[in-house]
């Protein structure tokens, strides 16, 4: 199993994008929700690895990042610049992280790993959540390139709470569906990921719904 007992902190000089100054900025590359508590609120309060410029623009900070969970033996790593690098990235975290128990994904953003942390504190399947939303997209007229986030759960009203994107990924808007339907998939269906697969997203979800459907017919 891996472990982090303090986060790995680096510097790299970026350019504001707005302005074109360049400066040095902090890039955390690694999270151990035990030993730096503070680091993941950061991460989930939208401040980790964002350049902030005296000219007023925030920018994300495209890095690697590494998340470690020890209470659920669970790790995530970021790993931005696309299919290629993420293919990379899969063989040398699987090495990486040989040993681990619990679950292990790999995200190709910082934004992705906010909604696996959210899931992760909430108790809930990523899997099953994927499935779900590719399921609600399909409810909204079959809009599966839109964005949709997790954002919480409401156990005593049976409700989850999600962001919906509009169509060009701009102008937010609250969403809310039943959790029965997210509690059906992950008791009645099979479609749990084997263990070793590591990319839990959109693509994934609509092969496995359209598995699920093509088992049930």
């Not at 790993?113 to 809930?124: F, I, N, Q, S």
């Not at 808007?173 to 749990?192: C, E, I, N």
């Not at 697969?197 to 017919?217: F, G, H, K, P, Y």
């Amino acid at each position: 199993m891996l472990t982090e007992d303090v986060a790995i902190i680096g510097t790299a000089r970026v350019r504001c994008p707005a302005c074109g100054l360049e400066q040095d900025a902090e890039l955390v590359q690694s999270i151990n929700t035990q030993k730096n508590p503070s680091a993941k609120q950061r991460l989930l309060d939208g401040e980790l690895n964002v350049l902030t410029c005296a000219c007023g623009k925030r920018t994300q900070l495209a890095a690697n990042l590494l998340f470690s969970d020890p209470a659920t033996d669970y790790l995530c790593q970021v790993c931005p610049g696309g299919d290629e690098a993420m293919a990379k990235a899969a063989e040398t975290f699987r090495a990486v992280a040989a040993g681990a128990r619990g679950p292990q994904r790999l995200v190709p953003t910082l934004n992705a790993l906010v909604e696996k942390v959210k899931l992760l504190d909430a108790g809930l399947e990523d899997w099953a959540i994927e499935m779900t939303k590719v399921l609600l997209l399909a409810s909204l007229g079959n809009e599966l390139d839109r964005v949709l986030l997790f954002d919480s759960v409401d156990r005593e009203a049976s409700v989850l709470h999600w962001v919906l994107f509009d169509e060009d990924g701009r102008r937010p808007a609250p969403m809310a569906s039943p959790l029965h339907a997210y509690t059906k998939l992950v008791t009645r269906t099979q479609g749990k990921p084997a263990p070793g697969e590591l990319q839990i997203d959109r693509a994934w979800a609509v092969q496995a719904v359209r598995e699920m459907i093509s088992n049930a017919n």
